[in-house]
């Protein structure tokens, strides 16, 4: 199965770091690991991506396991506004993105 | 900078109806384009996918079609709604394989009455 497995919520406070789990045993050499947040009502927004090595960008960090059968997002000062469902995606061939169930972050002011 | 356009963002249709939902990039070329649909609670699901005009890769056998008329232009299609197809439909874009992040539109919410 292509799909990623992701606890279905998790909450965090205001301020603290906040650590997204994602499981994608099944992950091939090429397929990359993307993470995107979404919304009610929007569509969902990137957020980061990577392939084996740890991702740095002004929004979150990637890291990803060394067998490349899980990664972490990782948010490092959590704030009212990234509460949102976060979504784990591998890739698959080419062109394809495969969206798991997503994780619901509840962030406590 | 890139855009993408969806409309509309609501419709409710009757049983039975056709449909097309018109999805638009602007600021970039040959795109590859998809269509999700996601059901309320749920993650998305890929219906549709495109690396170029007039070329449809459809990921889940349903009540629905798509089509690429132009470059930057993907729509998607029915005959005859069915209640089933109700759902939150998003249209996306990214710049090449893999390695590049899509870039999502606001949404159809349709609802089947």
């Known amino acids: 199965d292509a799909k990623t497995t992701q606890p279905n919520s998790m909450e965090s406070n205001e301020e603290e770091p906040v650590h997204l789990p994602c499981n994608h045993s099944?992950?091939?050499?090429?397929?990359?690991i993307h993470w995107y947040r979404q919304l009610p009502s929007q569509g969902p927004e990137y957020v980061i991506h990577?392939?084996?090595s740890n991702v740095n960008n002004r929004m979150a960090s990637l890291a990803i396991a060394e067998d490349r059968k899980s990664s972490t997002l990782i948010l490092h000062r959590a704030t009212l506004r990234d509460a949102a469902v976060y979504y784990c995606?591998?890739?698959?061939?080419?062109?394809?993105?495969?969206f798991g169930t997503g994780t619901r972050l509840k962030v406590l002011a | 900078s890139q855009t993408i356009h969806q409309w509309p963002a609501t419709l409710v249709q009757p049983v039975g109806s056709p449909l097309s939902l018109e999805c638009t990039v602007e600021g970039t070329s040959n795109p590859n384009l998809y269509w999700y649909r996601q059901a309320a609670g749920r993650g998305l699901q890929l219906l549709f996918y495109s690396v170029g005009i007039g070329q449809i890769s459809s990921e889940v056998p349903q009540n629905l079609s798509a089509s690429r008329p132009q470059d930057r232009q993907f729509i998607l299609s029915s005959k005859k709604l069915l209640l089933s197809d109700s759902g939150f439909y998003l249209c996306?874009?990214?710049?090449?394989?893999?390695?590049?992040?899509?870039?999502f539109g606001d949404g159809t919410r349709l609802s089947i009455l």
């Open positions: 099944t992950i091939s050499g090429t397929d990359y």
């Open positions: 996306a874009w990214s710049g090449g394989g893999r390695n590049q992040p899509q870039h």
């Open positions: 995606i591998r890739t698959s061939g080419t062109y394809k993105y495969i």
């Open positions: 990577g392939l084996t």
